[in-house]
C-alpha cells in the first residue's frame, strides 16, 4: 500500500465548529489531492496541491481551505461546518502523469 | 461543469461474460485517462491508465480504448469475475501545468453469478 495516512477516520461534529481532517504520505510524492464523495456525485474535488504552499480550488472549494506547509501533510479545513458537508472525503497523492493513490478515507458527519 | 461523464450509474453482467464501462470527457486539454475501482468502506485503487498517444491498452483482464476524436474511452474487463463487482470511476488529467485530477460519477458494476 501507498504510504498515505488519513485522520481521523470517523469524525461526527456539530453545525457551526471547525474541522480539520489531515492527509499524511510518506511517499515524497509532489501533488496531493482532497476528495469528496457523495451518492449520485462521484468524486468531486475540493482543493490539491502541487506543492509546499502551491495549493488549487477544485469544483467544490466553497467553504473548505487547505494547507500545505510540509511536503508528507497535507490539511483539509472545514471553517464552519454544514450539515451539507456531510460526506466521505479521500485523499490522494501523486507524482504527476501518472495514477493516484487514495487513502482510506474519512467518513465525517455534521448535525 | 462536469467535464467527465459517466452515463450510466449501473450495469449488471454475468459472469465469465464482458463487461464493458464507458466514460466521456469534454475537455480537450485531457491528456491522460485512468479507471479506479472502490469497494464499500475503501479508498480508490487504480486499475488501469492510457495517454492520450495511445488508443489501447491491456493489463490481463482489463482493456481500456481511447476514441479521442470523439472523446470517449472504454474499459473492458474479460470475463467478468464475481470480485469484480464494485463502483469503476474514470479520472482524466490535463495538459494545464498542474496535475489537476477529475472524476466521473462511477459506475456500478455487479457480476452475477
Known amino acids: 500500500d501507498a504510504g498515505i495516512t488519513q485522520s481521523p477516520r470517523h469524525k461526527v461534529t456539530e453545525t457551526g465548529t471547525p474541522v480539520t481532517l489531515r492527509c499524511h504520505q510518506t511517499?515524497?510524492?509532489?501533488?496531493m489531492y482532497w476528495y469528496r464523495q457523495d451518492p449520485g456525485h462521484g468524486l468531486r474535488l475540493i482543493h490539491y496541491s502541487y506543492g509546499v504552499k502551491d495549493t488549487d480550488k477544485g469544483e467544490v472549494s466553497d467553504g473548505y481551505s487547505v494547507s500545505r506547509s510540509k511536503t508528507e501533510d497535507f490539511l483539509l479545513t472545514l471553517e464552519s461546518a454544514t450539515s451539507s458537508q456531510t460526506s466521505v472525503y479521500f485523499c490522494a497523492i501523486s507524482r504527476g502523469k501518472t495514477e493516484a493513490f487514495f487513502g482510506q478515507g474519512t467518513r465525517l458527519t455534521v448535525v | 461543469d462536469q467535464q467527465v461523464k459517466q452515463n450510466s450509474p449501473s450495469l449488471s453482467v454475468q459472469e465469465g461474460r464482458i463487461s464493458i464501462l464507458n466514460c466521456d470527457y469534454t475537455n480537450s486539454m485531457f491528456d491522460y485517462f485512468l479507471w479506479y475501482k472502490k469497494y464499500p468502506a475503501e479508498g480508490p485503487t487504480f486499475l488501469i491508465s492510457i495517454s492520450s498517444i495511445k488508443d489501447k491498452n491491456e493489463d490481463g483482464r482489463f482493456t481500456v480504448f481511447l476514441n479521442k476524436s470523439a472523446k470517449h474511452l472504454s474499459l473492458h474487463i474479460v470475463p467478468s469475475q464475481p470480485g469484480d463487482s464494485a463502483v469503476y470511476f474514470c479520472?482524466?488529467?490535463?495538459?494545464?501545468?498542474?496535475?489537476?485530477?477529475?472524476f466521473g460519477t462511477g459506475t456500478r458494476l455487479t457480476i452475477i453469478p
Open positions: 511517499e515524497n510524492h509532489r501533488y
Open positions: 479520472a482524466a488529467l490535463g495538459n494545464f501545468g498542474n496535475e489537476k485530477l477529475t
